[in-house]
């Protein structure tokens, strides 16, 4: 039978009203409303989904990976449709992706990044050098063999560089594991240093980066004993040419 | 000289090649004219002559090379002449001008490891800049009179020049090996 406004009679009984509740022709709009608008979950899982949702790595790329993570931003593969929006500083930063070799010099930048970075922070070690040390763990003087060394790791990404698609799922990967923290163990997740240190009594100096290198007084004047011995100067000509023409 | 015979033999095939080692050698001839005492070492495979100085006359003779034409400092290098050798402070210079005439010249001076004091050739090429910066930086060569000689490449606390064939690697934590 189909229903129809014109067919329903107004049948104010009790039999009648107790059918229709027993047996509504319709779903209920009351328990449809409650399913649409009401969430049964754990304080724990909102937690954890909305962190893995809003996932914002830091802008830290120190050679060719960081191409593949530029290509990851890029239209193509988009990666802010994982709520990955790429974030200047560390302090807005959840996740740094360490694309790129890593060298002893880098190295006291990148643990300061990483320390500055608010918690809870993920690390995702992005393609071989970052891993081992990759083609220049045999013989290099300066690279550092795997930046676990340095700072905790979540995800290892292999490649040389990883595809895009490879970063892709890393931070998939990433999700998951976000996903299945819990909170009540987080204060047995919380990173320690890993290396040895010693109690220094190194004094503090001044940088000898000053950011003065072209005003340096022994840029713009030559050395006495130079000026004087009567050998032409073409640097120190062309600079006073260049001065009187401007 | 091994180089110099093979080149020889190269001679016969091009007509343009014996040109370019009579051009090649008469900046050599052109230095023994005017005084300025140097070997030279020979050619390389595209017939660049190639200049040995003593450290002592290297700024007259890079002023003299000026003079000549090479106005332009393609590269400046080092390099290690094996264990216990030599350290080699080596010059690319190259003519840069409106008319067509091409040529170049490199120029080797050959220092004591245990005195690797050299001048620098910065108030004739300013281009040398950094690239004497990161010869000292790698080689422990010692420019005098470069305007701040500091490392460029390596930490400024680093100890050693890495690049020296008898350089060895201290055991710090992060390089050994990450496995």
């Known amino acids: 039978m189909v229903m129809k406004p014109e067919n329903i009679q107004m049948d104010f009984s009790i039999e009648e009203q107790k059918q229709r509740l027993i047996n509504p022709i319709e779903k209920s709009m009351v328990t449809q409303d409650l399913v649409n608008n009401v969430v049964l979950t754990t304080l724990n899982d909102l937690y954890n989904w909305a962190r893995m949702s809003s996932l914002w790595p830091m802008l830290y790329g120190t050679s060719c990976c960081f191409i593949e993570v530029a290509a990851m931003i890029g239209s193509r593969f988009d990666f802010d449709r994982f709520g990955l929006i790429p974030r200047s500083s560390p302090r807005q930063a959840d996740l740094i992706i360490t694309a790129g070799t890593v060298t002893m010099k880098m190295a006291p930048a990148l643990v300061r990044l990483y320390e500055q970075m608010a918690e809870p922070k993920y690390v995702i070690a ?121 | 000289m091994a180089e110099t015979e093979n ?54 003779f890079a002023s003299a090379l000026y003079a000549y034409g090479f106005n332009y400092l393609m590269f400046q290098c080092g390099y290690d002449d094996g264990p216990g050798g030599d350290l080699v402070s080596t010059y690319h210079l190259a003519k840069l001008g409106d008319d067509d005439l091409r040529d170049e010249v490199r120029v080797k001076v050959f220092l004591p490891r245990e005195d690797p004091r050299c001048p620098s050739v910065f108030w004739i090429w300013k281009s040398v800049d950094w690239q004497e910066r990161e010869t000292y930086d790698m080689y422990g060569i010692v420019y005098e009179g470069h305007p701040n000689l500091k490392r460029i490449l390596m930490p400024e606390d680093w100890v050693g020049y890495p690049l020296r064939k008898d350089y060895i690697t201290p055991d710090f934590y992060e390089l050994q090996d990450a496995y």
């Open chain 1, 126 to 246: 992005m393609g071989a050098c970052t891993i081992t040390g990759g083609m220049f763990s045999t013989d290099s003087i300066t690279t550092v063999r795997g930046v676990d060394k340095l700072i905790p790791v979540d995800v290892y990404l292999p490649g040389c560089p990883p595809r895009p698609e490879a970063i892709m799922d890393a931070i998939i990967k990433l999700r998951k594991k976000i996903d299945a923290e819990d909170f009540s163990q987080r204060a047995n997740m919380q990173s320690t240093h890993r290396f040895h240190t010693i109690k220094h009594e190194m004094q503090a100096v001044e940088p000898i980066l000053n950011g003065k290198y072209l005003e340096l007084p022994t840029r713009i004047a030559p050395p006495k004993a130079l000026a004087e011995s009567g050998i032409p100067l073409p640097a120190l000509q062309i600079a006073q040419t260049v001065k009187q023409e401007a």
């Open chain 2, 7 to 60: 080149l020889g033999s190269n001679k016969a095939l091009s007509s343009d090649l014996a040109v370019q080692e009579t051009e090649g050698s008469a900046v050599s001839k052109w230095l023994n004219q005017n005084g300025f005492d140097h070997e030279l070492m020979g050619l390389d495979h595209l017939n660049v002559p190639i200049l040995k100085v003593s450290r002592d006359y290297l700024f007259p």
